[in-house]
């Protein structure tokens, strides 16, 4: 491997975000969503993901001397910690550049880096292929099979054969239940409208309009409605083996009725190239 690893510090906006391509629900992450999103992710209940898929990261495999890949890493605290846990390097991608320079300022470390790559359309990983690969978070933007096709195979591209893939997004899976919807609008600030009446699902693929509050701004955070067995069915198509959904760790009662698969339903996926 080059001593100059251009993972390393580097933070250049990619090219291939390009202006009116509606792929994607949500393409616009200001700098008080990004603080938003901060604020939230250190919240003692995010520690329900995070956790998750440290989880499985450390029973599939031994991350010392590892290359890691984060895909749509936030504020950079699931990769620092990945690097603290004894890689060898850490890469952290995202498409807002206010949550990479948010990242590269919190996060200083010898061979982590954080920088602005759009995961969806081109991925460009001149570092690539990685041992292993990590996202959180980072497609339920995606409005279009055509798009979750092409991202999954920017993911499969980017890990070595037999590299460990761990994944986990909301799924939108659920039946609308307005309880749980007003007890996440009390915890998180966060509310959304999936367009069906209680006791329903979401339509596969439909606009999930969300809001989240920041202070006395109310900014939109749209989803889309992606079933788990959709992504589980694309990154088989694309070339992943072994793809299992496996349960989120809850530390309590409330997270597990809250986030658990009879409430606001995520997918946690391991799978091997």
């Not at 003692?44 to 010392?64: A, I, K, M, P, Q």
Request: aromatic share 8%; charged share 25%; hydrophobic share 40%.
């Amino acid at each position: 491997m080059p001593s100059a690893s251009p993972l390393l510090g580097a933070q250049a906006v990619s090219p291939c975000q390009q202006p009116g391509d509606r792929g994607l629900a949500n393409d616009v992450f200001s700098e008080a969503l990004s603080e938003r999103y901060d604020q939230l992710a250190r919240d003692e209940r995010y520690g329900t993901f995070t956790g998750s898929v440290l989880h499985y990261l450390n029973l599939e495999e031994d991350l010392v001397g590892k290359r890691l890949l984060d895909v749509g890493c936030g504020n950079g605290a699931l990769a620092a910690e990945l690097k603290s846990k004894g890689a060898q390097e850490v890469l952290g991608i995202d498409i807002s550049p206010s949550q990479v320079a948010l990242a590269s300022r919190r996060h200083q470390a010898p061979g982590l880096g954080f920088r602005v790559e759009d995961a969806y359309r081109k991925l460009v990983l001149p570092e690539a292929p990685f041992d292993t690969l990590v996202s959180v978070f980072a497609f339920h933007f995606i409005q279009h099979q055509a798009m979750l096709t092409r991202a999954c195979r920017n993911l499969f591209e980017a890990l070595k054969p037999g590299g460990l893939l761990v994944w986990l997004d909301i799924t939108h899976d659920y039946v609308l239940d307005p309880a749980r919807m007003d007890r996440l609008e009390a915890l998180t600030s966060y509310r959304y409208d999936p367009g069906v009446a209680p006791g329903e699902r979401p339509r596969p693929w439909s606009l999930v309009p969300g809001q989240v509050r920041a202070g006395d701004e109310v900014l939109p955070v749209d989803h889309v409605a992606i079933p788990g067995r959709t992504v589980v069915k694309t990154l088989q198509s694309v070339g992943f083996s072994q793809v299992r959904r496996e349960p989120l760790r809850f530390t309590d009662a409330e997270s597990a009725w809250l986030w658990g698969p009879d409430g606001f339903n995520h997918h946690l996926l391991v799978a091997r190239r």
